[in-house]
């Protein structure tokens, strides 16, 4: 079978190039305003498809989210079969793909591709999409479907959903009937075999408190729709902002990045939460999870990825003692740059902890490397993984006392409750939720676990991002020349001081983080150090003050 060169050219045609416009498979897939996407979205499509033949026709996922970005942004990334981003050497080819000024450089590219990744085109291809709540969302979709159809994929559309779903199914499609068999490929699969674990997992403990879920007005909501009937009483969720219908809803001072990023309770909340309550906030796409929790004076205290890492792991170290098997599994923590220090000493003093670049694709892989591998984005962007041999030993164990057996139990229903495809807000909630509930912990206790570094987190708009470049997991600058000595020399002068800058492979922006022993302090470092930013590639002066959000 060769390429169908002329249904390609007559539905590239549809879907032409916007001029002047160079687009980058970042952090998380292509990211940027929504009205400019159209011809990505269709030679995505195309890629999905190859890659799939390229893969024996296993499964590849597509996601058409922005996820935390402005409602009027969308994206787009693959998933591979095993549910897990892209493999880093396609990204390339996805760039050049969505680069190619015009329908003719389109097909050569393809062509090419073909060629060089050595695609045999007579292999099945097959695809599952889905998309958020984005009213961009169902166009994009369309553009993908012809992409799709120009390489003749088998589709299937898995609709409004949230991203953990989408890898959860790409994965369970891919095992169904294997040994690796990851559950049920329907969402209603993926609602039941979490909610079985989490019953399980909780059974005989006290009740849990009234949970308040801020739903992001994303499609987290319709996640949390289909979750509280399945849920039954083993846990009240109350959910809010859960408006998917208001245009520029989605993600406006609510959600997991504003929580984070501004480090207070969203105002909708306010009247909801009494002090000593636990509340919670998803993201756009209900990838990422921030807890929060009003302390005794009703001062608003943030649980971040930082602390929901130091909360599961040291639950499943004492788990994997308690069920005899600390010989033989080793759990490890993975964190980025963003990680609080005082969460990097804490999980160091009693975990092997390893730092990797932003983006799920670099904790993930390094997650893979141990026996159970806890990541966490400090902003609520993670997961835990076992290893396919951590889970072979977990069902041959043979406990020698009913204590062992209670612990091992525990273990292999995690391993259900847990979506190890990618970080999941509704399986991490209740993640969250079952170790809470077996440390008869409140937010207080867990908070208590160690004393975050005040930071703050602050974006300055350039010109041209893509001019910095660093190294040391993100840590130092190499690009542009002088401004990492001039960073340094700065955070000298700092007590506890910690600073760094890199570029956001989702937002047209760089992102500045500094933490320092004292509020103030950190603020102050913050925005000293996007002044620096500022003045080595200049920027029109009016925009500045506004720029550093
Ligand atoms: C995506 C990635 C995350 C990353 C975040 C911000 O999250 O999946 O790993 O931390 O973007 O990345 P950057 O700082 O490069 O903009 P999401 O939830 O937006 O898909």
């Known amino acids: 079978m060769s390429l169908n060169v002329n249904e390609l050219r007559r539905l590239s045609d549809l879907h032409p190039k916007p001029r002047a416009i160079q687009f980058q498979y970042g952090t998380a897939g292509f990211r940027t305003v929504a009205s400019i996407l159209d011809s990505t979205l269709f030679r ?263 602390k929901i890492a130091s909360l599961v792991a040291a639950f499943i170290v004492e788990l994997v003692k308690s069920a005899g098997l600390e010989d033989k599994i080793k759990v490890g923590v993975v964190q980025t740059a963003y990680a609080n220090g005082a969460s990097t000493k804490y999980l160091s003093e009693r975990l092997p902890v390893k730092c990797v670049p932003t983006g799920v694709k670099h904790l993930h892989h390094a997650a893979e490397h141990y026996d159970v591998g806890v990541y966490f984005e400090a902003n609520g962007h993670g997961t835990v993984l076992f290893s396919p041999e951590t889970q072979q030993a977990l069902r041959e164990h043979q406990p020698a006392i009913p204590a062992q057996l209670t612990a091992l139990t525990h273990l292999l229903n995690l391993n259900d409750l847990i979506n190890q495809t990618v970080g999941d807000a509704v399986s991490d909630m209740l993640l969250v939720e079952v170790v809470l509930a077996h440390k008869s912990y409140s937010g207080v206790e867990w908070d208590s676990l160690y004393v975050d570094l005040p930071n703050r987190l602050v974006k300055v708009k350039v010109a041209n991002r893509n001019v910095f470049k660093t190294e040391d997991a993100e840590r130092r600058l190499i690009s542009p020349p002088t401004l990492q000595a001039k960073i340094d020399e700065l955070v000298r002068k700092y007590e506890d001081g910690r600073s760094f800058v890199r570029p956001s492979g989702t937002e047209d922006v760089v992102r500045v983080y500094a933490e320092a022993r004292a509020k103030s302090q950190a603020d102050d470092l913050a925005f000293r150090v996007a002044g620096l930013v500022y003045d080595e590639v200049g920027g029109d002066p009016g925009l500045r003050p506004r720029e550093f959000l």
């Open 44 to 306: 995505v499509g195309v890629l999905a498809a190859l890659r799939s033949k390229r893969l024996d026709g296993k499964t590849i996922g597509v996601m058409v989210t922005a996820s935390h970005n402005p409602e009027a942004d969308n994206g787009v990334k693959l998933v591979d079969p095993r549910g897990e981003m892209l493999e880093n050497a396609w990204e390339s080819h996805a760039t050049a793909l969505a680069n190619a000024p015009n329908t003719p450089a389109l097909i050569e590219a393809v062509e090419h591709l073909v060629k060089v990744a050595k695609i045999d085109l007579n292999k099945p291809s097959r695809v599952v999409y889905a998309r958020d709540t984005r009213p961009s969302g169902a166009s994009l979709v369309r553009a993908l479907e012809d992409g799709l159809k120009a390489i003749g994929a088998e589709t299937r559309d898995a609709g409004v959903t949230t991203t953990p779903v989408l890898h959860y199914l790409v994965r369970a499609i891919n095992t169904k009937g294997t040994k690796d068999e990851y559950g049920p490929d329907s969402e209603e699969g993926y609602v039941a075999k979490l909610t079985a674990a989490f019953k399980k997992l909780i059974a005989g403990k006290a009740a849990i408190p009234l949970l308040v879920v801020d739903c992001a007005n994303g499609v987290g909501a319709l996640a949390l729709q289909k979750f509280i009937p399945a849920l039954g009483n083993s846990i009240t969720l109350h959910s809010v902002n859960d408006d998917i219908s208001t245009a520029g809803a989605l993600n406006n001072a609510c959600g997991a990045d504003f929580v984070k990023t501004q480090q207070k309770l969203p105002a909708s909340l306010e009247s909801l939460l009494h002090p000593g309550q636990r509340g919670c906030s998803f993201d756009g796409d209900a990838d990422r999870l921030m807890y929060f929790y009003l302390d005794e004076r009703g001062r608003f205290r943030m649980l971040d990825g930082d």
